[in-house]
């Protein structure tokens, strides 16, 4: 309500008396602001000093939550002298409990809590259950004493009952729920929280509601479901928004769910704002500087980790809130550690944070055990190899943890317990029980995006895997260890979240923004405000797709004979490529067997991959250029002697995340024979058993604003009469859609749009706007083999753990068997040349890696033919 409206109410009403007062503080947070305004008009002013102590109380609240701590304590102890001078002992204790809470919010801990605990010792009924109330808050949410908080919130509960105070017993249903959660107790969480749901719907609470979708969606964050948790959250939000509240705890819960997922720089920006959007309580100013420390640890920057987590750990101590700090002064030790900081002195420090979280049972104790056993095994003396030993055998407990990723935490404490013993098969049973318990959540998550950041969580029993499976010998073993965490987003079903009708909705509204920027840059009109609006829908859409539910079925594990027997049947041999600790090895399987051989330093192989697309670029701009030589450096730098002895084999290469950017084709002993790509071997045995929808229907696009128009495409058409072709105004994402779906083969001649910063909205230029990868994902059946003609559109990020997202990427996640695609900058007219060759080829019968050949035979002699058949590369078959 506006404060004039509220203003005129008064002016109706006259004076309240002193049952309204009490109405009025009983449900101040339906609208606090009006609550206030009225508070200062009429109660503040009243002669009766009960009602002006209410009024002082009302705004007291409002001042707290608005993050006024100072003048809000002010008026809760003038609310506080005005109820002494008033006589009344319940007007007194409820004003002494109210100060009392908000000293313990403002990190008075002690002065708090005497307040709270007099108020209680001199108060029955009703008035005695709200008091209880406040303490279980304290205690339970502030202090982390759980049992004490049960313990009062059902002796609160007990006296709520039949007493019509619905708005009280509401409060105490939803913070039962949150206790009962911190106990454990899922169930009754539950229960609570859908029960305080209803309870505030009936009572008009929009701020309950808010609340109770809040909690729900923390809830489901607990039992591990991530997608509902963002669900929930999002309803929150959206509450809050309508409320034109910002609600800290609610950030927090958020930055959680999005780190959970892999999503570092969300966290960081959701805290980072949520800093600087309003004043701040102590307590959420300490809470949010955790929140950046965590953020900041997850996103690799240190030094504001180190420093958000110090400043943090500095206010919880001065806000009495022990175990708080002791989180604060892990994720700092654990960023100084990351930087590189010598790790006696650190280990100390880490002994009393192991001590502290254990002695509070606090669920970050595994994390500072491990943090605590790998500092200690780098000290190398007799006590701290003691300390490593205990704390690595106390983590190993946590293997039965409800939650995928504290589980997996104890599965990589028991494989670096088992490191020493001489087993390695004891070391990658359990870094494989580890991957498993994050497969399993992986699997519920619907969303390309958070399944490839979430990778990260298998990082270390990845490398652990690895590197064992290294030292142990076997090239088989290692080449097992090598896919075992490669490139598991893409091989995992994706969910429905594309076919949402409300993301259908916002993707529409998305593409109509994105040619209204179009329109408006062309004619040289302002764009700012067009721009925001259209990142405003991107989010929207961004998040709708984060809460798409997985398929439940996790990747398979790479069975190795069924490898060798699938490269058999058409004489293939894989190179598969993988680091460790900074050196790059070669696995090669073919012919019945792996060898293995070591390549040499990853940080020469990478230089040589620019180098060779500095060169493409060059010569496809019909300047001078050396592509034999980058050809030989790339082959010297990335497979060494490899393809020694494989004679006249088909070649398919699985590079790191970070080598899937590179022209295989311009390697001399890749030149003249078909060799393609792919992102694991467990996605190349897919694409080679897939089959398409239908047999022989081929599509061709042409999108707007080519230099070429597109030329490539009617020289193809004149040799494929059947194939469809949608050009001009009838290219639209609809009518493409329709066309991809289920087609044998797309040819796409259209603008690529590669977004680093977001490759899920990577995106081709049609007539009526972008056809994003989003779009893509809405396929009930994705073209068999797909052909990007345009420059770059083969660009993928790598993201998590040898995760890769992108156009490609997406599309061979979806089910599409072979993606050729650009990897740099080619000519217009040599374009058309080499895919008329590619073409001819495929219509032949042969398959990608042979139309590929085809089109580089044809390229042969011409610098800058050469260039642009070798800026095309084959992703899958």
Known sequence: MESAQVLDEIRKDGRVDRDEAEELLRTLFADPGAARVRAEHELVPHHDPAVTSIGHQVVGIVLRDLGETDEALARLRTSLRCARRSGDPTRVADAMATLGGSLCTAGRMRAGLRYLDEAAATLDGVPLARVLVRRAYVQGYLQSRFEESAADLRRARGLFAGSGDEVWEARALNLHGLVAARLGDLESAAEAFAEYGGMSARLGDGDGVAIAHHNTGWLAAIRGDLPQALERYADAAGCYDDLCVTN?????????????????????????????????????????????????????????????????????????????????????????????????????????????????????????????????????????????????????????????????????????????????????????????????????LGSQELRAGSSGHGASLAELGTRTALASGDARRLLRWSERWRATALATASGSGAHDPRALADLAALRAQRRRVEEARAEGSPTDGLESRAARLEQQVRRRMLQARGSGVAA???????????????????????????????????????????????????????FSLFAMRQAARGRRSQLDVAGARLERSLLGTALDGVGESRVVVSGTSALQGVPWGLLPSLAHRPVTSTPSARLWLRARAAAPAEDARRVMLVGPGLGSGGAEVPAVAAQDPDAEVLDGE????????????????????????????????????????????????????????????????????????????????????????????????????????????????????????????????????????????????????
């Open 248 to 444: 800290v705890d609610l950030v927090l819960d958020q930055a959680a769910a999005y780190l959970s997922g892999g999503l570092a720089h969300d966290a960081l920006a959701a805290v980072e704002a949520a800093l600087v959007a309003r004043p701040l309580q102590e307590r959420e100013h300490a809470d949010l500087l955790v929140a950046v420390a965590e953020a900041a640890l997850a996103a690799g920057d240190w030094q504001r980790a180190v420093t958000a987590a110090d400043e943090g750990s500095a206010l919880m101590r001065a806000q009495s809130r022990p175990v708080r700090r002791l989180e604060a002064d892990l994720l700092a030790l654990t960023a100084r550690e990351r930087a590189g900081q010598p790790a006696a002195p650190l280990l100390r420090r880490v002994e009393r944070v192991v001590a502290g979280l254990r002695e509070a049972d606090a669920p970050e104790l595994p994390r500072a055990l491990l943090l605590g056993a790998g500092l200690a095994r780098q000290v190398r003396s007799l006590r701290a190899a003691g300390l490593a030993a205990d704390w690595l055998a106390e983590a190993t407990t946590y293997r039965r943890a409800p939650t995928s990723a504290v589980r997996a935490l104890g599965w990589l404490a028991q494989a670096h317990l088992r490191e020493g013993s001489g087993a390695p098969s004891d070391v990658l049973r359990a870094c494989d029980l580890g991957l498993r318990a994050l497969d399993e959540h992986q699997a519920t």
């Open 556 to 610: 398979r594990a790479l069975d190795v004979g069924v490898l060798l027997d699938s490269l058999a049947e058409d004489d293939t041999v894989l190179v598969e490529l993988t680091e460790i600790d900074g050196v790059l090895h070669a696995l090669v399987a073919g012919r019945g067997r792996v060898r293995h051989l070591v390549v040499g330093d990853a940080a020469a192989g990478a230089a040589a991959v620019d």
């Open 730 to 877: 009838a290219a639209t994402v609809a009518a493409a859609l329709a066309a991809l779906d289920g087609a044998s083969l797309a040819h796409v001649a259209a603008h690529g749009h590669f977004r680093e910063d977001s490759p899920l909205f990577s995106a081709l230029t049609l007539a009526d706007g972008p056809l994003l990868v989003h779009d893509l994902q809405r396929l009930e059946h994705p073209p068999h083999r797909v052909v990007l003609s345009a420059c770059e559109s083969g660009v993928m990020a790598p993201v998590g753990d040898e995760e890769l997202l992108g156009l490609a990427a997406a599309l061979l996640s979806m089910g599409t068997a072979g993606v050729v695609s650009s990897l740099a900058e080619v000519d217009d007219a040599a374009t058309v040349e080499v895919m008329v060759a590619l073409h001819a080829r495929l219509r032949s019968g042969g398959g990608l890696g042979d139309a590929l050949l085809a089109a580089r035979t044809v390229a042969a002699g011409d610098p800058v033919l050469a260039a642009t058949a070798a800026s095309f590369t084959v992703l899958g078959t």
